[in-house]
């Protein structure tokens, strides 16, 4: 969420937000140790837990009433639409990563999920904080946060051999992510949207410019 003034909840709110939005950088740090299977079976349980929580806000008001006065002051305005009944973040960024780790393999995942938790993060304390110029559709000052942010992901995560050429995909997925952040809005969560752009991207490139290696991708770290 980078927007030049969000009034939906105050900076402070925000900040804890992403705070606990950052723990989410521990599923792709565990995955990089634990099989595909593994990992499928954790976070298919904490995702069907998420969901059965979140749905159940709205389906019996007293746990809704109790759910609110917990969490209530870090849910941004959509997300407390007792009418649409959209999904909060959280749970959107554990079906993100259930379903990032079964679609894609292990290096991209990790890569295109660590861009979501550590840019997106960047994108919203910078953009409320200093985004005056406005950029599309929320700031320049976030949406740059985004892309080096996400730059310096790519070049910390982990690689197949550590080619120039990796990078230049990293990069390029890096800066698509940056502008996916920044047209997003409350219609398609930007925990779904990000890090599946990205990582449908990098796929793609590594099967154009890196066709030897995009073999062994699947079997990369299993």
């Known amino acids: 969420m980078n927007r030049i003034n969000d009034g939906t909840i105050s900076y402070r709110d925000e900040l804890v937000r992403k705070l606990i939005h950052l723990c989410s950088l521990s599923i792709p740090i565990i995955y990089y140790f634990i099989s595909k299977?593994?990992?499928?079976l954790i976070l298919g349980i904490l995702s069907f837990l998420a969901l059965i929580i979140?749905?159940?806000?709205?389906r019996f008001p007293e746990f809704g009433e109790l759910f609110y006065k917990i969490f209530g002051f870090l849910l941004r305005r959509h997300e407390k639409d007792k009418v649409k009944k959209n999904l909060n973040g959280a749970t959107y960024v554990l079906l993100s990563a259930f379903?990032?780790?079964?679609i894609f393999p292990k290096i991209i995942f990790i890569n295109a999920f660590?861009?979501?938790i550590i840019s997106d993060t960047s994108a919203a304390l910078i953009g409320r904080r200093f985004g005056t110029k406005p950029f599309l559709k929320k700031s320049l000052q976030g949406t740059l946060a985004f892309f080096i942010s996400a730059m310096i992901v790519i070049i910390i995560a982990p690689k197949l051999n550590n080619q120039v050429m990796?990078?230049?995909i990293g990069f390029c997925a890096a800066l698509v992510g940056a502008i996916v952040e920044n047209i997003s809005n409350d219609l398609v969560d930007d925990n779904l949207s990000i890090p599946?752009?990205?990582?449908?991207?990098?796929?793609g490139m590594y099967l154009i410019f890196l066709p030897d290696l995009s073999v062994n991708l699947i079997n990369a770290l299993r």
């Open 114 to 116: 660590a861009i979501l």
């Open 99 to 102: 379903l990032g780790v079964l």
């Open 54 to 58: 979140d749905l159940g806000r709205y």
């Open 37 to 40: 299977e593994d990992a499928l």
């Open 196 to 203: 599946l752009t990205i990582g449908f991207l990098m796929w």
């Open 166 to 168: 990796e990078f230049f």
